[in-house]
């Protein structure tokens, strides 16, 4: 028997469906735990969390980048670049496209003291295409 995995979960069943639909039509053999409990009782849906898409772990990398690819799964890789190399910040250093935010993400140390000391948390700019999808900050 194959070792299966959860590559994402669902809150609505339905968009699991597609996905699963996406993975199937590449050859990649998924199915929808828990989906019929979620549709019929679907407050349930967070508390056994979500319809879980599930794939054989050996196909888990190729899934994962099919569904990074068809924009149901978020790619949350943040790419560390050196600003030396680039002149222009203002676009996207990988397709340049010049439609791009700049997030604000806490950093890990910053959210343990805030827990344990209600601290200020000390945020850290992260860049995000909205046409590519990636994720960088630079390195100075």
Not at 33 to 57: F, H
Not at 91 to 105: A, H, V, Y
Not at 117 to 132: A, E, G, I, Q, W
Request: proline share 3%; charged share 25%; aromatic share 10%.
């Amino acid at each position: 028997m194959s070792d299966w995995i959860t590559i994402q979960t669902f809150i609505y069943p339905h968009e699991g469906s597609i996905a699963q639909t996406k993975l199937e039509s590449a050859g990649i053999e998924s199915f929808l735990q828990d989906e019929l409990t979620t549709q019929v009782i679907s407050g349930y849906s967070n508390a056994l969390g979500g319809a879980r898409l599930q794939v054989q772990r050996n196909r888990f990398e190729e899934a994962r980048k099919i569904l990074v690819n068809g924009g149901f799964l978020k790619d949350e890789t943040i790419h560390i670049l050196n600003s030396k190399d680039y002149d222009d910040k203002t676009i996207c250093p990988f397709c340049q496209s010049e439609n791009i935010d700049s997030m604000e993400k806490p950093h890990a140390l910053s959210l343990l003291l805030y827990y344990l000391s209600k601290f200020v948390l000390v945020f850290k700019p992260v860049d995000h295409c909205n046409d590519c999808k990636k994720q960088w900050k630079y390195k100075k």
